[in-house]
């Protein structure tokens, strides 16, 4: 698309409906995982999921995406292009099984009383959203000396494991919709194919998978699941909800703080780099904005969220760069966010949750992980890309010990059960996988800036970032489960014995270097 100079920006264009059947079904989907979290692994009452969370859900959604749309508008003004793309945002996926499993589950499982978990999430988002807030006046300095391959290659590490993967895995174990969705996404987002009359690929791969889904069922073939006795039965939950303050409920979390503070700091430390590297994404595609401004709406919104009854944080998504290749521009994101608030406030959530089959969705995130993953390859010079590779590697590590300790969950027992020794004996080292995968957007990005800087010889700025290592593993931020004193002593000490030599070669360097105005040796 040509880039034209407009004085007015346009709320709405064609392009929009792409993105917005995109970007709102990446939101449906996260909606209707977290709902089956609240009422089957949880198992809250549906007065609570869909009286109180989802309507102060709807809420923080609805106020993050009307004012990344409004700052996409005024980016628009103020350069007056009008190919500027609003920022995509919602429930951080991360985080929403971090609270629902490390902070709400065991609370539960201690009282038995599905309200105290409740306000144990909620504590624990009214902590991190004052981690958003005064962190989002230091991400800048960060942004301004972290190499693009740093910051673009381990969002491109989380992108290929937690974004991609699933999909992928749920295409084909039921292809017959997964593959066939996959390929209108494909032909129409990658290939340029058009459909009859602008219908966009989004809603024609919803559709297909539909029709395909209730299609089998009325057949007697069931290859999605679906049911009409439990699709008309979601119908009891529809009615009219608006959220009711919670003031009281975060406070009466706080008896719990000592098991929130475990993963709130850390994941607080996450929210603004992961935040850093989707505003770094856009800017790549051409759209700069204000780091101190995304984190701090982050923030607010996601402590209105909490004060009225949502233990799920807000966060900038992943994917800006796909939806604005695919024609979004500002008012897929405010159409998104009314959309949400439309069906958290009437209960529609509990409909489509029975009505759509999940894996016609699956084919849209797969896409926004192969474009992600992309463009950390393409957006940065090619002797870095050994740098982005290395910035995978502790994503793969977490990815592969959530799904070890999924399985020997299943099995009804966990990795300290069965024993280190034994797993490695058939070539599973857990505790490698657990070192190397802890805080992997953080080790993901400093091991990436150390290679980064080596490849260029800059080794005053790799000891710095390998100094900065030791200090963040030491502490448990980096190569740990929880913060504390000393969490990682043998890994910070590597660290600091990598900034030390990275620093000899620093000064032995500036040694071998003739003097500024020499004259050259004859």
């Not at 949400?340 to 949750?353: A, D």
């Not at 059960?417 to 957007?441: C, N, P, S, T, W």
């Not at 000393?486 to 070669?505: D, E, H, K, Q, T």
Request: neutral net charge.
């Amino acid at each position: 698309m040509t880039t034209r100079r407009a004085t007015t920006p346009a709320l709405w264009v064609p392009g929009d409906w792409n993105a917005f059947f995109g970007f709102g079904t990446n939101i449906l989907v996260n909606l209707i995982v977290l709902t089956g979290l609240l009422r089957f692994v949880l198992r809250m009452p549906d007065e609570l999921v869909f009286g109180r969370i989802l309507p102060a859900l709807g809420l923080m959604l609805f106020l993050s995406t009307a004012y990344y749309a409004w700052l996409g508008w005024k980016l628009a003004k103020e350069t007056g292009r009008d190919d500027v793309c609003a920022l995509p945002s919602g429930v951080s996926v991360p985080h929403m099984f971090i609270v629902v499993l490390v902070i709400m589950l065991p609370i539960l499982g201690r009282t038995g009383d599905p309200v105290k978990a409740w306000e144990a999430g909620l504590t624990w988002v009214f902590i991190q959203s004052i981690i958003l807030m005064v962190g989002g006046f230091v991400a800048p300095v960060i942004r301004r000396i972290t190499p693009r391959a740093a910051l673009l290659g381990t969002l491109a590490g989380v992108s290929v494991t937690f974004i991609s993967m699933r999909p992928a895995l749920e295409m084909f174990m039921n292809p017959m919709i997964g593959l066939l969705c996959f390929a209108v996404i494909l032909l129409s987002w990658f290939g340029g194919v058009r459909y009859r009359h602008g219908i966009p690929a989004g809603l024609v791969a919803i559709g297909l998978g539909s029709l395909i889904a209730w299609g089998s069922a009325a057949l007697g073939v069931s290859i999605a699941g679906m049911s009409l006795d439990r699709l008309f039965a979601a119908f009891g939950n529809l009615g009219f909800s608006v959220p009711i303050p919670a003031v009281g409920h975060v406070f009466s979390g706080f008896e719990f703080l000592g098991i929130i503070l475990v993963t709130a700091i850390p994941f607080g430390i996450y929210d603004l780099v992961e935040a850093m590297d989707n505003v770094e994404s856009a800017e790549v595609a051409g759209d700069a904005y204000p780091t101190t401004r995304v984190l701090t709406a982050d923030g607010v919104v996601s402590m209105i969220g909490c004060l009225m009854g949502n233990p799920f944080i807000n966060a900038v998504y992943i994917g800006h760069p796909g939806w604005k290749a695919m024609g979004g521009r500002i008012g897929y994101s405010a159409a998104t966010g009314l959309a949400v608030l439309v069906l958290t406030w009437l209960g529609i959530t509990s409909v489509l949750l029975d009505l759509i089959p999940v894996v016609a969705i699956s084919p849209i995130l797969l896409y926004i992980g192969m474009l992600i993953g992309a463009q950390a390859f393409q957006e940065t010079p090619h002797k870095h890309a050994p740098a982005i590779v290395l910035a995978f590697t502790p994503h793969l590590a977490a990815w592969a010990k959530t799904l070890i300790d999924g399985a020997l969950g299943a099995a009804g027992t966990n990795a300290a059960a069965v024993g280190f020794d034994k797993m490695a004996g058939m070539g599973v080292l857990y505790h490698g996988l657990e070192v190397l995968g802890g805080g992997a957007i953080l080790v993901g990005l400093i091991l990436a800036a150390i290679a980064v800087f080596v490849v260029e010889r800059d080794f005053l700025r790799a000891a710095a970032f390998a100094l900065a290592g030791a200090a963040l593993s030491f502490f448990g931020f980096m190569h740990g489960e929880a913060v504390g004193f000393g969490v990682s002593p043998a890994i910070a000490l590597a660290y600091a014995l990598v900034a030390a030599g990275l620093f000899v070669c620093a000064r032995s360097e500036a040694r071998a270097a003739p003097p500024i105005g020499a004259a050259p040796a004859e």
